[in-house]
């Protein structure tokens, strides 16, 4: 069973920095946009926050852009989010799938973000 694992999450106080990763197979990875969505609360609907084409080009939604940063390592079979100047409304689940994600495996569990401030 292809699995997608989350992993970095925490808390982090308005304004600081947080970097998130996404381990996932490399069947999964190679040719695939991969992107971080994010989920207000469990069961809401997932956002898509941002995304890295299999090229290397990212997109992001306007409610992350200049503040979060992805990045994609196909050596390592890895995508990171870096949150930065993050804000009350970052909080949430996060998780990674394939863009668009009904293409991709199962959600993985996702990593919880608490933004205090």
């Known amino acids: 069973q292809v699995q997608l694992v989350e992993s970095g999450g925490g808390s982090v106080q308005v304004g600081g920095s947080l970097r998130l990763s996404c381990a996932l197979p490399q069947s999964i990875m190679s040719g695939n946009a991969i992107g971080w969505f994010r989920q207000a609360t469990r069961g809401a609907e997932r956002e898509l926050v941002a995304r890295v084409m299999a090229y290397g080009m990212t997109i992001y939604s306007d409610s992350v852009k200049g503040r979060f940063t992805i990045s994609r390592d196909n050596s390592a079979n890895a995508v990171d989010l870096q949150m930065d100047y993050v804000q009350i409304e970052d909080a949430g689940i996060y998780y990674c799938?394939?863009?668009?994600?009904?293409?991709?495996?199962?959600w993985g569990q996702g990593t919880q973000v608490y933004v205090y401030s």
């Open positions: 799938n394939v863009v668009p994600a009904r293409l991709g495996p199962n």
